[in-house]
Antibody
Framework: EVQLVESGGGLVQPGRSLKLSCAAS????????MAWVRQAPKKGLEWVAT????????YYPDSVKGRFTISRDNAKSSLYLQMNSLKSEDTATYYC????????????WGPGTMVTVSS | DTVLTQSPALAVSLGQRVTISCRAS??????MHWYQQKSGQQPKLLIY???NLESGVPSRFSGSGSGTDFTLTIDPVEADDIANYYC?????????FGSGTKLEIK
């Protein structure tokens, strides 16, 4: 059974950093692109980052480029999101998602971890 | 960026047919995908590449369209289908989602 479990969320002050983790199981992690997608409270979905199977290629929207870094450890079947210079608008539930790299859609999602940026 | 426009909400009677639309600001070919998100849960993939039913998804769900206009159809609607539905394009980066359509029961 495919499982994705996020962790690391919490309350953080503006300008500070936070690192999210996602533990994957039930599939060959190294064969899949992986991604982070977020959802602000009562709002829609926003793509945050994608990483290739080896980790050599990463992709971001302008809203987080230069502040967020996606990475992976295939030996540990784990995905990470380092978030720096956090802003109040980064407050959201962050989902780890398995991505079909050839077509860039998300076929499995974790339950999410909540990040609140507030003083 | 490719903007995806969805109607905010739709009301439908149980057992009826409903179509949820998604319009793209530029052509996305068939790189359009649909997700269902129930209250308090993570999204779930329903349809990929415009018209392909994801494994395990009931055949009541279907998708169609190409270019700029896409539809997700549920026929017949069941009580379990109450959710928000999002479209997502992958024709170009950044990947973008529609704002979602909330399906309500009359």
């Amino acid at each position: 059974e495919v499982q994705l479990v996020e962790s690391g969320g919490g309350l953080v002050q503006p300008g500070r950093s936070l690192k999210l983790s996602c533990a994957a199981s039930g599939f060959t992690f190294s064969n899949y692109y992986m991604a982070w997608v977020r959802q602000a409270p009562k709002k829609g979905l926003e793509w945050v980052a994608t990483i290739s199977t080896s980790g050599s290629r990463t992709y971001y929207p302008d809203s987080v480029k230069g502040r967020f870094t996606i990475s992976r450890d295939n030996a540990k079947s784990s995905l990470y999101l380092q978030m720096n210079s956090l802003k109040s608008e980064d407050t959201a539930t962050y989902y780890c998602a398995r991505e079909l790299g050839a077509n860039w859609y998300f076929d499995f999602w974790g339950p999410g971890t909540m990040v609140t940026v507030s003083s | 960026d490719t903007v995806l426009t969805q109607s905010p909400a739709l009301a439908v009677s149980l057992g009826q047919r409903v179509t949820i639309s998604c319009r793209a600001s530029k052509s996305v070919s068939t790189y359009m995908h649909w997700y269902q998100q129930k209250s308090g849960q993570q999204p779930k993939l329903l349809i990929y590449s415009a018209s392909n039913l994801e494994s395990g998804v009931p055949s009541r769900f279907s998708g169609s369209g190409s270019g700029t206009d896409f539809t997700l159809t549920i026929d017949p609607v069941e009580a379990d289908d109450i959710a928000n539905y999002y479209c997502q394009q992958s024709n170009e980066l950044p990947l973008t989602f529609g704002s979602g359509t909330k399906l309500e029961i009359k």
